[in-house]
T-cell receptor
């Protein structure tokens, strides 16, 4: 039973390019959460999704960031026109039916903007 | 605003000693608390959790203590081993499913 799978593990983008981060939840988990971790910082909540629905996006920047969790396929965190300040580790977690118990994190995608 | 914070940025302990990591939280509505361990290049790994109707919970070599009166959480690791070296985060949540994390404390185990 694979855990939460994130890819790519490392992503380098030039300023102005788009970054797409993917997350496949654990088997049986229908809810996905994205968190961002800056160097030397804790994780900050970004968005909470279930299939085809955004439940809570209160942590998402107002511009350039979007997230989706389609009926089929992984959840995608999309960052348009990346800037140096977007460089961070982005972690995805999943849980069964939105329960905060049984939260499991993936290994993250480390985005570097050059 | 809501925040969870840690008192010390680093903790160095001798192998075999007990470690105590402390955490203060500010959201009085939080009712669920978790400790995570994060090794370099990896995602947070669940260690132990506690709900607000308890004040102590024990796992294998780890104990979490919750003091709701002063909004304080601690993680105790017995007989600390080199493999315990990592960054430790406390996190809390209220009625919704999102977690609020502290900044993290680095535990370094001396051989």
């Amino acid at each position: 039973n694979a855990g939460v799978m994130q890819n790519p593990r490392h992503l380098v983008r030039r300023r102005g390019q788009e970054a797409r981060l993917r997350c496949s939840p654990m088997k049986g988990h229908s809810h996905v959460y994205w968190y961002r971790q800056l160097p030397e910082e804790g994780l900050k909540f970004m968005v909470y999704l279930q299939k085809e629905n955004i439940i809570d996006e209160s942590g998402m920047p107002k511009e350039r960031f979007s997230a989706e969790f389609p009926k089929e396929g992984p959840s995608i965190l999309r960052i348009q026109q990346v800037v140096r300040g977007d460089s961070a580790a982005y972690f995805c977690a999943s849980s069964p039916e939105g329960s905060r118990y049984g939260y499991t994190f993936g290994s993250g995608t480390r985005l570097t903007v050059v | 605003g809501e925040s969870v914070g840690l008192h010390l940025p680093t903790l160095s302990v001798q192998e075999g000693d007990n470690s105590i990591i402390n955490c203060a939280y500010s959201n009085s509505a939080s009712d669920y608390f978790i400790w995570y361990k994060q090794e370099s290049g990896k995602g947070p790994q669940f260690i132990i959790d506690i709900r607000s109707n308890m004040d102590k919970r024990q796992g294998q070599r780890v104990t979490v203590l919750l003091n709701k009166t002063v909004k304080h959480l601690s993680l105790q690791i017995a007989a600390t081993q080199p493999g315990d070296s990592a960054v430790y985060f406390c996190a809390d949540s209220g009625a919704n499913s999102k977690l609020t994390f502290g900044k993290g404390i680095t535990l370094s185990v001396r051989p």
